[in-house]
Nanobody
C-alpha cells in the first residue's frame, strides 16, 4: 500500500505561482510512474502531468505545457508540481497518483491516490 498526501495548494492571483508537493509513505515510489490530475466542480478528472520512474521522462496536457513542471525526488519519496503563470481555468482540486503499470494519461490506470489539495486562481 502507498499513502499519498498532497500539500501546497491555496489561493493565488492570475499570473502567480504555486508548488504542490506529494509525500508518500508505506512503500517507495521508485517503482511507480507518478501523475498529477485535477478535478474542477462538475467536471471529470483531468490529466495534468506525468513522470516516469526514473524522472527522465515527463509529459503534460497541452493547456499547461510551458507553465507547469513535474519532478520527483526518489530519495525523499516525493513528487512535485511547479505551477507558474497560473490562470483562473487552472482552478481545481489537484491530486497526485501512483501507477504501477501502464496508461500514463488514464486516471483509471492509477493505483493509489491522495486526497487532493485545492488550487484557486483569482482573476
Amino acid at each position: 500500500q502507498v499513502q499519498l498526501v498532497e500539500s501546497g495548494g491555496g489561493l493565488v492571483q492570475a499570473g502567480g505561482s504555486l508548488r504542490l508537493s506529494c509525500a508518500a509513505s508505506g512503500r517507495t515510489l521508485r517503482t511507480y510512474r507518478m501523475g498529477w490530475f485535477r478535478q474542477a466542480p462538475g467536471k471529470e478528472r483531468e490529466f495534468v502531468a506525468t513522470i516516469n520512474r526514473s524522472g527522465l521522462s515527463t509529459d503534460y496536457t497541452d493547456s499547461v505545457k510551458g507553465r507547469f513542471t513535474i519532478s520527483r525526488d526518489n530519495t525523499e519519496n516525493a513528487v512535485y508540481l511547479q505551477m507558474n503563470n497560473l490562470k483562473p481555468e487552472d482552478t481545481a482540486v489537484y491530486l497526485c497518483a501512483a501507477n504501477a503499470g501502464s496508461g500514463p494519461y488514464d486516471h483509471t490506470r492509477y493505483d493509489y491516490w491522495g486526497q487532493g489539495t485545492q488550487v484557486t486562481v483569482s482573476s
